[in-house]
């Protein structure tokens, strides 16, 4: 297991959610790590075992597993993780837990270059329109990192081991091998970036978390053809909760209509004017 810059450089981005953890439904926790949520699958009030989806921000690893025990007990047994995608702010934590739970790390296999220490991913675009974040995205890492023994592929089914109930679904466009989680009990989407509840690009919004359906991050969304058939592909499913990587978890009719619209409008208002990536599709 090999450690990147990826792992290692702390960032000075932040949220007024920095810290914060909430349930989102009795077994769906979300704890935020300076901007980017993880979300620990586990009913304490049944069993001390959980699976945890994404890894966070750099040198987060601790800080999770910090919650984690507060959540679960002392004794909590992680028993894997299932990674959105394996971008800096996803995988960060991820070497500092493995140190400490071994586990199986479930990931789509085209997310595996990056994952095995073989392929770097694009420099994130710091021409592209949009905010503050954006225009610091230049200092983001990208750098692969290395979680061979560890790793496993997602089972074709659609199942996901230690997740019965759950089902995941191919939502490339912001990464090659971008997934979503749903489970039809509660209708719930973990969606990762596919899309987010908070424009993330803007300095402001992210600082105070303002909450409104957007498309993915434009800095590192490199497919925007894909992420708009996966932002469809999510609304087809009629989620009820969706819990993203970055922004607050959104439930009910403001939710759904603000997916209908991101579907609608989703040229306009998710795909940037200009920037590398655009420019490099059309």
């Known amino acids: 297991m090999e450690r990147s810059s990826s792992t290692e450089r702390v960032l000075p981005v932040t949220s007024v959610k920095d810290g914060s953890g909430r349930e989102v439904m009795r077994d769906v926790y979300c704890f935020t790590t300076q901007i980017v949520n993880v979300y620990f699958i586990g009913n304490p009030a049944v069993s001390s075992e959980w699976v945890l ?4 921000m750099p040198e987060s690893g601790s800080r999770i597993l910090k919650e984690a025990e507060d959540r679960f007990g002392p004794d909590h047994k992680l028993k894997a993780i299932v990674l959105t995608h394996g971008h800096f702010d996803h995988v960060g934590g991820i070497i500092d837990i493995l140190a400490k739970f071994p586990v199986p790390v479930y990931a789509h296999p085209l997310e595996f270059p990056y994952l095995q220490g073989k392929k770097d991913y694009p420099e994130p675009d710091s021409t592209v329109q ?6 610091m995205s230049a200092a983001f890492p990208k750098q ?7 790793l496993k ?14 089902k995941w679904l191919h939502t490339p466009g912001h990464s090659e091998g971008h997934i979503s989680l749903f489970r039809f009990e509660g209708r719930i989407i973990i969606a990762g970036d596919a899309f987010v509840t908070v424009k993330q690009d803007s ?21 925007w ?17 969706a819990a993203t990587g970055h922004g607050k978890p959104m439930r ?5 209509s603000g997916l209908v619209k991101l579907v609608n409008h989703f040229p306009y208002v998710a795909v940037p004017d200009y920037g590398r990536f655009v420019d490099n599709s059309k």
């Not at 949009?130 to 225009?135: D, E, F, H, I, Y």
């Not at 300095?203 to 497919?223: A, I, M, N, R, S």
């Not at 996966?230 to 009820?240: D, G, H, Q, T």
């Open 130 to 135: 949009g905010g503050l974040v954006a225009k």
């Open 225 to 241: 053809q894909n992420a708009w058939e996966s932002v469809i592909k999510i609304a087809n499913l009629r989620p009820s909760i």
């Open 153 to 166: 592929e997602l089972p074709a089914s659609g199942n996901i081991p230690e997740l019965p109930g759950w």
């Open 144 to 150: 692969a990192i290395n979680i061979s023994e560890h």
């Open 203 to 223: 300095f402001y919004k992210v600082l105070v978390q303002k909450k409104e359906v957007c498309g993915p991050p434009v800095y590192l969304t490199t497919d």
């Open 252 to 256: 009910g009719p403001k939710m759904a």
């Open 53 to 56: 989806i994404d890894a966070g």
